[in-house]
T-cell receptor
Framework: AQSVTQLGSHVSVSEGALVLLRCNYS??????LFWYVQYPNQGLQLLLK??????LVKGINGFEAEFKKSETSFHLTKPSAHMSDAAEYFC?????????????FGQGTRLTINP | KAGVTQTPRYLIKTRGQQVTLSCSPI?????VSWYQQTPGQGLQFLFE???????NKGNFPGRFSGRQFSNSRSEMNVSTLELGDSALYLC?????????????FGSGTRLTVV
């Protein structure tokens, strides 16, 4: 079964600094990978997805992620953090059960931006 | 284009009662999935419906059930509520059943069991 590990439940960066949120996956088949963001009292918003096309995926709000098969990683980055980026971020991988698919999420990383 | 609509947004129920949550997907989306989010267990898959058929079910007790109507709207029901059922319940819709489409999530229903 597929699984996801997000390294660091809390990450704190200064405004304008690089944001790096780490995600490693486990999958026996080529995966589809996703990053979602959740603001307080909100649902999940899709930031970007990897679906076996380009390994460098660009998303919304200046975020991007690189799929590295050799490292089984899909880390999320943003060159310059903004106060509005403060939220919880979830990495997810597909999981196939008897032909049907579902998302398997990591435990989430809470991003804090310091002024 | 309207997003995924979940009602109600907040709900308080007493242990032992039952509850029904509603989800209206994006127009034209035929797949609806439900997830439970708690601080301890994170985001866990409940079930997925496509064209009124349950295609996939997570590892939850039989007290959790759902259905989908011909207009793709979905409901989930939890019977004999327990304190541990307190959670944010998220609904997600997708055009089809392939995960490559991605999912659009609603804002969720916050259920508190007292």
């Amino acid at each position: 079964a597929q699984s996801v590990t997000q390294l660091g439940s809390h990450v704190s960066v200064s405004e304008g600094a690089l944001v790096l949120l780490r995600c490693n996956y486990s999958s026996s088949v080529p995966p589809y990978l996703f990053w979602y963001v959740q603001y307080p009292n909100q649902g999940l918003q899709l930031l970007l997805k990897y679906t076996s096309a380009a390994t460098l995926v660009k998303g919304i709000n200046g975020f991007e992620a690189e799929f590295k098969k050799s490292e089984t990683s899909f880390h999320l980055t943003k060159p310059s953090a903004h106060m509005s980026d403060a939220a919880e971020y979830f990495c997810a991988v597909t999981s196939r059960i008897q032909g049907a698919q579902k998302l398997v999420f990591g435990q989430g990383t809470r991003l804090t931006i310091n002024p | 284009k309207a997003g995924v609509t979940q009602t109600p947004r907040y709900l308080i129920k007493t242990r032992g009662q039952q509850v029904t949550l509603s989800c209206s997907p994006i127009s034209g989306h035929r797949s609806v999935s439900w997830y439970q989010q708690t601080p301890g267990q994170g985001l866990q898959f409940l079930f997925e419906y496509f064209s009124e058929t349950q295609r996939n079910k997570g590892n939850f007790p039989g007290r959790f059930s759902g259905r989908q109507f011909s207009n793709s709207r979905s409901e989930m029901n939890v019977s004999t509520l327990e304190l541990g059922d307190s959670a944010l319940y998220l609904c997600a819709s997708s055009p089809g059943t392939g995960v490559e489409y991605g999912y659009t999530f609603g804002s969720g229903t916050r259920l508190t069991v007292v």
